[in-house]
């Protein structure tokens, strides 16, 4: 009866959290704060799937190329169903947060399992549900990798209690989500090799280290034409070596920051976090050119937290004194104080700032309602997850253009745009409301492009409401 209680008080943590991440992400979205990069890729490609076509996407850096070029991500066609109940990039807000507040669940379990107490599981859970590559991911759009960070908490706890159908079932899901899981996996299927040498952990191992030899060693290489766009040009092994794991700012903060955000409990059970340090060894080692994927910040650390909260519930489970509620205050002490130092995005919920509609959200669906819903559209970065769902829409890319004669600007050099396609309409809104990742140059060079274009006779200006504004599109830069 116990046991039951505990489980559904387990199961509604979960739920406050995938309620609280769903608020989180959803008025983000709602406020104009996601962007092009990457929701509105994600929700191109999955309202494709969904009508039953090609995933090619006109929204990424390469224009009118299937997403399987990009990352094998299989998991879309799977949740491409969804948009047959409601088409909105917000269902893919939802599905996320939800998939991530309930891998939560398997933690729990697996917590218990190894006879962990019902409070300091319930920390663990906590502290887990809070940690940063959780927060970050759901405040970072949409991303594959979130739906196979919730897959591989649930693979961990089925391979753990040996459930050989489910084990199969969530690896392949885990293996679907992204074509870099199977590094994940067949790292936690080593270790498991190596503690119970069954047939059940071998088994996963084989399937991962073959998964990888068909994504790496086949497809990329002879099935795209850039391969893989992701590997060091120097080449894989350029980096090799221990101190590249700690040889930026970045780097070291992330190794700070996540040991401390579990109290440094992890470090006493090394060999269960192999797993973990596999993890960012493929970010800070095999792929060092990807500075973003170094920090705490954006979705890259959502893996993270499974595979180190399965080093601490190893660390207790073995050192029986650790198993008492000091040590479950602590966890959740240094969660909190983590939280504090860092200001993540669940905090947000009590900023007044977060919940306030700014006139420019307003103005920005006054011109989205002005433009047919099938045309084709060039639009600015946080628009463009808004008008997603067609064929036919182009990213707004800043550059510049030398004049001999005639410029617009009145020297050689002036501010300006490229996109790909042909579309019919461009729409902005150059409001102080919105960051430079919106604009992707600063917003005084964004404004003196539309100028220059406009004096160029390439855009014609068709309706405006403050700083948000439709242009019909004359000729292309």
């Not at 991303?143 to 199969?168: K, P």
């Not at 090394?270 to 960012?280: E, K, M, S, W, Y």
């Not at 207790?316 to 939280?339: E, T």
Request: charged share 15%.
């Amino acid at each position: 009866m116990l046991k039951r209680y505990s489980a559904r008080s387990a199961f509604s943590i979960c739920l406050i959290f995938a309620v609280l991440y769903s608020v989180l992400s959803v008025v983000r979205h709602l406020h104009f704060g996601s962007y092009g990069f990457d929701l509105g890729i994600t929700d191109q490609v999955v309202w494709l799937y969904s009508r039953f076509q090609s995933p090619i996407t006109t929204v990424q850096a390469y224009p009118f190329t299937s997403i399987l070029t990009d990352h094998v991500e299989f998991i879309y066609i799977l949740l491409a169903p969804f948009y047959w109940i409601y088409r909105n990039p917000v269902t893919l807000l939802v599905l996320q947060a939800v998939a991530l507040s309930f891998s939560g669940m398997p933690i729990y379990l697996l917590a218990r399992k190894r006879s962990l107490m019902p409070a300091l599981s319930f920390a663990i859970l906590v502290s887990y549900l809070l940690f940063f590559g959780i927060q970050n991911a759901i405040w970072s759009d949409v991303h594959s990798i979130s739906f196979g960070a919730a897959a591989l908490s649930w693979f961990v706890y089925f391979l753990d209690t040996r459930n050989a159908v489910w084990t199969v079932v969530t690896v392949v899901l885990a293996l679907l989500c992204k074509e870099d899981m199977a590094v994940l996996t067949a790292l936690v299927g080593l270790v498991y090799v190596v503690k119970r040498r069954d047939r059940l952990s071998l088994s996963i191992v084989i399937i991962s280290f073959m998964y990888l030899g068909i994504i790496f060693g086949i497809y990329f290489p002879y099935f795209t034409r850039d391969g893989y766009r992701y590997a060091s040009s120097a080449g894989l092994g350029t980096h090799l070596g221990v101190t590249a794991l700690f040889d930026t700012p970045d780097k070291r903060s992330t190794w700070l920051y996540a040991l401390a955000w579990f109290g440094f409990l992890p470090l006493l059970s090394p060999f269960a976090l192999i797993p973990a340090v596999g993890d960012l060894a493929h970010y800070f080692v095999l792929a060092p050119m990807l500075t973003a994927a170094q920090g705490i910040f954006m979705q890259y650390r959502v893996t993270l937290g499974v595979l180190l909260v399965v080093p601490v519930i190893d660390t207790i489970g073995r050192w029986k004194k650790f198993n008492s509620v000091p040590m479950a205050i602590y966890l959740i002490v240094c969660a909190l104080a983590l939280q504090y130092v860092l200001h993540l995005p669940i905090s947000y919920l009590t900023k007044r700032w977060f919940w306030a509609e700014s006139k420019s959200v307003t103005d920005i669906q006054a011109m989205i309602a002005s433009i047919p819903s099938d045309a084709s559209v060039v639009s600015q970065n946080n628009i463009t997850p808004h008008m997603s769902e067609r064929r036919l829409i182009f990213t707004l890319y800043p550059t510049t253009k030398d004049f001999v004669t005639n410029s617009p600007c009145g020297v050689k050099n002036c501010d300006w745009f490229r996109w790909a396609g042909n579309p019919a309409y461009l729409i902005v809104d150059t409001s102080t409301d919105w960051d430079e990742r919106s604009f992707l140059v600063p917003r005084t060079q964004f404004i003196a492009g539309l100028t220059n274009m406009r004096q160029n006779g390439n855009i014609m200006l068709l309706h405006r409401s403050y700083e948000a504004s439709v242009y019909r599109v004359i000729r292309n830069p």
